[in-house]
């Protein structure tokens, strides 16, 4: 017998029951972020709530935050088009690396990480280490400084390759992205480029980044590690102690783009995780084409990984979008594409590629834009049910996504379909099954799900209570084979804790 025609989404904020201690401690043991929620530019008691109410019953493993260290705080706007006091940028301009930030104070970044760890969810950070601020003498903490002198830290002008007459461009700064010399030693868009080759210098990065692994951090993203270079991001993670869970800390390297030789992503798979940058803008490709209706064919999706020239699975941080594509709508999904970002965000979730990051942060109609804040430039509170923010974290069907990709593990993608059109579908294993539609009409498939044969609840649309479904439900027959209606733009999974 079919299944139910396609269900409509609930909108609704997931039901929270809190995480048990042991589960906490479960969660908190393994060296894996599990799906990571990339919370970007929250204020450290929005991340702490959201980790007790929503991350932790959900299932989410780890929470990324924003860079937390002092940073830059503009007095004045520049000329011509600016028009933004404290565009979001600004965090990416560190200054001294005590946690006085526009996310809030160290106080308060202690109590989220542990708030965070006590629902099981572990904390990975931004890490801005490739360079100083760029501009300006006043921060949000209070620091002062000058151009190439940090006092708080301290850094001094020999500490910087431009001082040292070690970049080879005319002007300081990187004028040609795939000239070595220039990308690991002159300053990326006017910041001040660190010596990160001086163990005066690593050892300073080291003690901030160790500073942080105190705290219970679990690992960071680095910012701009292509200009830091393999050699040198080899030097200081060296440095770097083990994690309260008795861990490497996690590393992921933010290199972008499709550099040539040393340069490229896959120079650096030995040196840690990879942002996969290059894989979201084929997920992109995928879902949301160039042509006139911008509607892509996700058929393509059969292969994706390094057989799509990405870098390695198991090398990879994922995702549909981050803080910089999401600006660029050419290359990258965002929240204003909807439910087709919705879609991505399953399927990323669902096909097994690198430790995958949902991500969640604040809405914008001019790219420099400030996040929600006071007059100061301090990041008000989150509010999911103000238009100011986009909480793809809490969609229904991503977060029982966040529980399928906990139950099917690492289980191997098989039993894959596709309409060679616009709907795919595939198992992990024997352990859960999932469907993806990305074209504007319903459609029901026949196909052989690789599950043991029974009545399945969809977790897209409905939960299993007891041994009901509050949506549709799905028949397998003996066979394994299954009628599925899967609606437009819209998804069907279940797994084996779906089967009523
Ligand atoms: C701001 C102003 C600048 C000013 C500067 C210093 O915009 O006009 O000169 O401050 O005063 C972010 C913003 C920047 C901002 C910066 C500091 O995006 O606009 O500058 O914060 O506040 C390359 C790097 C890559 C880097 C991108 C931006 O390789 O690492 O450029 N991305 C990271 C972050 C950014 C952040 C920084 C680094 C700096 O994710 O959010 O900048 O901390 C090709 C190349 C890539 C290149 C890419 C640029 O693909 O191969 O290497 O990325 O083009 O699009």
């Avoid at 029951?17 to 990571?36: E, K, Q, Y």
Wanted: charged share 20%; aromatic share 10%; hydrophobic share 35%.
């Amino acid at each position: 017998m079919p299944s139910a025609g396609p269900a409509t989404r609930s909108t609704a904020a997931p039901e929270a029951a809190p995480v048990s201690a042991a589960v906490a401690r479960a969660r908190l043991r393994s060296a894996s972020p599990g799906v990571t929620a990339n919370l970007w530019e929250w204020n450290w008691v929005s991340v702490a709530q959201e980790c007790r109410t929503v991350l932790g019953p959900a299932g989410y493993g780890g929470v990324q935050v924003a860079p937390p260290q002092d940073s830059v705080k503009r007095t004045a706007l520049g000329n011509g088009s600016d028009t933004v006091l404290h565009p979001w940028w600004e965090v990416y301009q560190p200054v001294r690396y005590q946690l006085t930030s526009r996310m809030g104070n160290e106080q308060q970044f202690q109590d989220m990480v542990r708030a965070c760890r006590r629902a099981g969810v572990k904390v990975y950070v931004d890490a801005v280490i490739n360079h100083t601020t760029g501009q300006g003498n006043t921060s949000y903490g209070g620091a002062s400084y000058t151009p190439y002198n940090y006092p708080a830290i301290p850094y001094r002008p020999n500490d910087f390759h431009f001082n040292a007459g070690e970049c080879p461009s005319s002007d300081g700064g990187i004028q040609d992205f795939n000239n070595k010399l220039q990308v690991f030693k002159c300053n990326l868009v006017g910041l001040e480029d660190l010596r990160t080759e001086q163990n005066s210098v690593r050892i300073k990065l080291a003690r901030y980044l160790n500073k942080l692994i105190g705290y219970g951090v679990s690992g960071f993203r680095v910012d701009a590690a292509k200009h830091i270079g393999q050699k040198d991001l080899d030097g200081i993670y060296a440095k770097l102690n083990r994690t309260v869970d008795g861990h490497k800390p996690y590393w992921a390297l933010e290199v972008l783009g499709d550099g040539p030789g040393v340069l490229a992503p896959q120079a650096f798979e030995r040196n840690g995780k990879l942002l996969g940058a290059n894989g979201a803008k084929q997920i992109k490709n995928a879902f949301k084409s160039y042509t006139q209706e911008r509607i892509g064919s996700i058929a393509t999706l059969e292969v994706f990984g390094r057989d799509s020239g990405l870098t390695r699975s198991s090398r990879t941080s994922s995702f549909v979008q981050n803080h910089d594509s999401e600006r660029n709508p050419n290359d990258h999904l965002n929240y204003k594409d909807g439910a087709t970002n919705i879609l991505a965000t399953e399927w990323l979730l669902a096909s097994g590629y690198g430790d995958p990051q949902v991500y969640a942060s604040f809405t914008w109609e001019i790219p420099e834009q400030s996040p929600p804040a006071n007059a100061e430039g301090l990041i008000t509170n989150t509010d999911c049910a103000s238009s100011q923010w986009a909480c793809v974290n809490r969609d229904p069907g991503v977060v029982a996504m966040v529980g399928w990709y906990n139950y099917v593990g690492k289980a191997q993608r098989r039993n894959f379909y596709t309409d060679d059109a616009n709907v795919i579908a595939f198992s992990r294993g024997q352990r859960g099954w999932a469907a993806f539609n990305n074209g504007t009409e319903a459609k029901q498939i026949n196909v052989q799900t690789g599950m043991a044969g029974g009545r399945y609840c969809d977790a897209i649309h409905g939960s299993k209570v007891g041994n009901r479904c509050t949506g549709p439900v799905v028949r397998v027959n003996a066979a394994g084979r299954a009628t599925v209606s899967v609606g437009a733009k819209d998804a069907v999974a279940f797994d084996r804790l779906d089967r009523l």
